[in-house]
């Protein structure tokens, strides 16, 4: 894993800024497609019914859109624009991330977290681009400076093994994790 200094990140302020200008559009057809890279294989997944909390959801939440459609009940939170600590005092039948894990300032504490927000048996999606081959300071990802975490495949397979969890790549960028 590659994380950032403390002091390269952006102050709060400038970080929000940023989210701001990304265009997380619900109704966009593209940005669906993108989304259901993580959202068709995880639903192939779940129980009916199942509960799920989408992590990191952005300043205009569309995944948990998405999985309501398919009958699923979401809550969302975010730290900027869900603030709503309430949905981090239950428990889920899987929670999503997506493109969020390389935003967390203590990947440590934050997966920790989702781990006691996970009942047993429950799934963990990640969707974030890896970090492989490519030369780092070459690499797109590591352009945006709200970006502070990197993960590699071995990253994937410690966190799997640290939490006791099982772990599935239905694609390159989607990690899955069951509790």
Same mark, same amino acid.
């Given at each position: 894993?590659?994380?950032?200094?403390?002091?390269?990140?952006?102050?709060? =302020? *400038?970080?929000?800024?940023?989210? /701001?200008?990304?265009?997380? %559009?619900?109704?966009?057809?593209?940005?669906? &497609?993108?989304?259901?890279?993580?959202?068709? $294989?995880?639903?192939?997944?779940?129980?009916?019914?199942?509960?799920? @909390?989408?992590?990191?959801?952005?300043?205009? $939440?569309?995944?948990?859109?998405? @999985?309501?459609?398919? *009958?699923?009940?979401?809550? =969302?939170?975010?730290?900027?624009?869900?603030?709503?600590?309430?949905?981090?005092?239950?428990?889920?039948?899987?929670?999503?991330?997506?493109?969020?894990?390389?935003?967390?300032?203590?990947?440590?504490? /934050?997966?920790?977290?989702?781990? *006691?927000? @996970?009942?047993?048996?429950?799934?963990?999606?990640?969707?974030?681009? =890896?970090?492989?081959?490519?030369?780092?300071?070459?690499?797109?990802?590591?352009? %945006?400076?709200?970006?502070?975490?990197?993960?590699?495949?071995?990253?994937?397979?410690? @966190?799997?093994?640290?939490?006791?969890?099982? =772990?599935? &790549? $239905?694609?390159?960028?989607?990690?899955?994790?069951?509790?």
């Amino acid at each position: 894993m590659v994380h950032m200094s403390r002091e390269c990140r952006l102050d709060p =302020i *400038g970080e929000r800024k940023r989210y /701001e200008t990304h265009e997380n %559009d619900s109704g966009d057809p593209g940005y669906r &497609r993108f989304l259901a890279r993580l959202a068709d $294989p995880l639903v192939a997944l779940l129980s009916p019914g199942a509960t799920g @909390l989408d992590y990191g959801s952005g300043p205009g $939440p569309t995944l948990s859109v998405m @999985l309501e459609e398919k *009958g699923f009940l979401m809550s =969302i939170y975010d730290p900027f624009f869900a603030p709503d600590r309430a949905a981090l005092s239950r428990t889920y039948d899987f929670i999503t991330c997506t493109e969020t894990v390389e935003h967390f300032f203590d990947p440590g504490d /934050e997966f920790e977290r989702l781990s *006691g927000l @996970l009942r047993s048996g429950g799934r963990l999606a990640l969707m974030t681009e =890896i970090l492989g081959a490519q030369e780092f300071d070459q690499w797109r990802y590591v352009r %945006d400076a709200t970006h502070v975490s990197f993960y590699r495949s071995t990253t994937m397979e410690w @966190l799997a093994s640290h939490f006791g969890w099982s =772990i599935e &790549r $239905p694609e390159a960028t989607v990690v899955f994790f069951k509790k």
